[in-house]
């Protein structure tokens, strides 16, 4: 055979082999990008994140509207600059389609570059009201910060709290729930003694929680990053608080599934205004908690796992709306107004916020088969986040 036959029989072999149908050719796969804190103080946050969002795609499968899903989780060590540089390497270089989102400052990085590439983020962790203002491509299936503090202040001044002191981790999230809560409590009659911000890294509590018993009130606002609930439930026993008739409530960080088997009894009695527990009384919450413990060495499922579970069950939906198309506008689009039926409860996503609505609910911590559980005694139904609301 001469040289050229061979060279024009090998094109087409080659060109052949291009258009032909594979297993699963490259532009058959989706990739999503999940920018977590996996390193660090808050990794045990993003870790429960990428344990949540595997686990759906356990249960679910990986092909969607004809196309195959790849998860690709990276570590941003919750340093903004990090998640921004990490984001655009997994938009650029992996050709991820979609994004899955994190800790509310990396979140914020974010915003510029997934508005100019266009690619749909769904924010799995940040509870930080602004957060979806900040480009149209955002959508949460978390919390936010002022759904949980509203409701606790208005449940706590029914309920016999006349003066509470504030103790919140000075970042972010921590600034909003205080506001929110130290404005809600006012408005429904309540006095603030004193509102005070903790270090965020490597926090020492003993002291805030002094000052806060010298301050003498009835109720103490507490507002941490899940993994540091463990640390404030101990410095708060060791000083004494659990035996000095001050009520302690707070979001459901503070009483965090993953942290509550570990807590002390003392702990007993705490109310928190959470929208997940692995309490919640339901068959698909029970399947739910079963699973993720099966499938991670028998650690329980918290609030976050829960956020990110829904995130791609979010994503899944949409790309059977767009059937598999990834562009950003058709799934966003396709994302508002969203609703099911969730591991926490009812949900969807407000077609005009693009924002998570969902039930919070009022749970005191209780011992249940040995172990410490929030339990759920009270619903708020399909709360929609109040600082949207007065801003419309």
Do not use: C
């Amino acid at each position: 055979m001469s040289r050229t036959r061979f060279a024009v029989l090998a094109g087409v072999v080659l060109a052949l082999a291009a258009v032909q149908p594979g297993p699963t050719r490259a532009q058959d796969v989706v990739k999503i990008g999940l920018v977590m804190p996996l390193t660090g103080v808050l990794g045990p946050v993003g870790k429960q994140a990428v344990a949540g969002a595997r686990l759906y795609m356990a249960q679910h499968g990986d092909m969607v509207a004809g196309r195959k899903i790849e998860l690709i989780a990276r570590d941003d060590a919750s340093v903004p600059d990090n998640a921004k540089r990490i984001a655009q390497e997994l938009i650029v270089n992996d050709k991820a389609e979609i994004l899955g989102g994190g800790l509310t400052p990396s979140v914020l990085a974010l915003a510029p570059l997934v508005t100019e590439s266009k690619t749909a983020t769904v924010v799995m962790v940040s509870g930080t009201s602004i957060v979806t203002e900040k480009s149209p491509y955002f959508v949460r299936t978390s919390w936010t910060h002022a759904q949980q503090a509203s409701v606790l202040a208005d449940w706590a001044a029914r309920n016999g709290s006349k003066r509470a002191t504030i103790i919140a981790s000075d970042w972010a999230p921590g600034r909003e729930a205080a506001g929110v809560f130290s404005a809600s409590f006012a408005a429904a009659g309540g006095a603030i003694v004193e509102a005070m911000k903790v270090p965020l890294a490597n926090p020492d509590f003993a002291p805030f929680l002094q000052r806060a018993r010298d301050g003498n009130p009835d109720t103490l606002f507490i507002f941490v990053p899940t993994s540091q609930a463990g640390i404030l439930a101990k410095q708060f026993v060791e000083r004494g608080l659990d035996k000095s008739g001050i009520k302690l409530i707070g979001p459901g960080d503070i009483a965090d599934d993953e942290d509550l088997p570990g807590m002390s009894d003392a702990m007993i009695g705490t109310i928190t205004a959470g929208f997940y527990s692995a309490a919640h009384p339901s068959d698909l919450n029970r399947d739910y908690v079963a699973s993720f413990r099966k499938a991670n060495a028998n650690v329980r499922p918290n609030f976050i796992s829960v956020s990110a579970y829904d995130g791609m069950h979010l994503i899944y939906q949409a790309l059977k709306a767009t059937g598999g198309k990834t562009n950003g506008d058709a799934l966003i689009e396709a994302m508002k107004g969203m609703a099911w039926e969730s591991p926490r409860g009812p949900m969807s996503i407000d077609p005009v916020t693009r924002d998570v609505v969902h039930d919070i609910y009022i749970r005191r911590v209780e011992k249940v088969g040995g172990e410490l559980y929030s339990v759920e005694h009270e619903t708020f139904k399909a709360v929609k986040d109040p600082a949207k609301i007065a801003n419309k």
